[in-house]
């Protein structure tokens, strides 16, 4: 039986040692950290490595299950992950141990408060949001395309594709602010 620890933190700004230190008196023989976003699996590379090397047996350890998914969806899957492995999957801050049904019955609960969280989080952010653009404070991401110089190219008799070159955004970007469907051919293909 092998012990593979799990570290993770949101920001570049946080740190890792405090989850690598409790790992390590847990026994941990492997420690992989990253400084990823837990909302959601995607681009998570350190958690992908820790997943491919768990071997029937093996436990994969968190200091909290958050650290691990901030779905529930993405805790389950990765759970389903581990059983079908023959992993099991503990938390160190939490009474976590998959190898017990009370333990899996506690790792849905604290899946579901821990998307709770995020989806409250969610919402404070676009209350905030609002209100910001209510006081005309926030007034979102500046557009990154410019119709009116899409429109002018156009109008001298500019292709589309040589459009998109210039500005360096997406053919169908293109095609959007002009309100044209691209032409296909037989085949599907794009004119």
Do not use: H
Not at 80 to 88: I, K, R
Not at 140 to 148: F, H, L, S
Not at 152 to 159: M, Q, S, T, Y
Request: proline share 3%; hydrophobic share 40%; aromatic share 4%.
């Amino acid at each position: 039986m092998t012990k593979i620890g799990y570290a993770r933190v949101s920001t570049s700004d946080q740190d890792c040692r405090l989850q690598e230190e409790a790992l390590r008196q847990a026994g941990c023989d492997v420690i992989r950290s990253e400084k990823r976003s837990g909302t959601s699996t995607k681009g998570r590379e350190e958690l992908d490595t820790v997943l491919s090397f768990l071997r029937p047996g093996d436990i994969l350890v968190v200091t909290k299950i958050d650290r691990l998914a901030r779905s529930l969806a993405d805790l389950l899957k990765i759970v389903e992950g581990l059983q079908a492995t023959g992993a099991a999957l503990q938390a160190i801050d939490q009474p976590v141990d998959t190898s017990s049904a009370a333990g899996k019955a506690f790792l849905q609960m604290l899946g579901v408060f821990a998307e709770f969280e995020t989806n409250l989080r969610r919402e404070r952010q676009m209350e905030g949001i609002s209100a910001a653009k209510a006081r005309g404070v926030y007034r979102g991401r500046p557009p990154k395309i410019d119709a009116e110089e899409i429109r002018r190219l156009k109008d001298e008799g500019v292709g589309a594709s040589d459009i998109a070159k210039r500005l360096k955004i997406a053919r169908a970007s293109v095609y959007r602010v002009l309100g044209d469907a691209p032409a296909t051919t037989k085949a599907g293909e794009t004119a």
